[in-house]
């Protein structure tokens, strides 16, 4: 399957691994919007938040319980932002579920 995030898992294309399990994975993003921006993806490919189902939502379950370590091992005690962007309207530009971990500044308010 052409995908990048796959690739990265894949170890096919380099990245800044921050973690993995045997369901997850996490990067730091290539352009962070953050002094703290980590990605964190299932192993296996779901297209986006809009394939999660019962059966393999495990995977994002998983990523609920690592968000809040990997944070903490960051130093983020101040609060983070966490966001998962689906299809075009929200402008995700990568077919593979991922959710981002934004941190270590004020966020604006908004979240468009
Ligand atoms: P989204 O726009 O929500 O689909 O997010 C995709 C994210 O992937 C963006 O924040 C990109 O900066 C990031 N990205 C794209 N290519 C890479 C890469 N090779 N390594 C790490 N992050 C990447």
Redesign the pocket.
Known sequence: MDC?FCK?IAGE?P?KKVYEDETVFA?????P?APVHI?FVPKKHLSGMDEVTKENSGAVARIFEVIPQVAGEQGLTNGYRVIS?CGPDA????RHL?F?LLGGRQMSERMD
């Open positions: 990048l990265i294309i990245s990067f730091a993003d290539i352009a919007q990605l962007n402008c995700q530009s990568v991922h981002h």
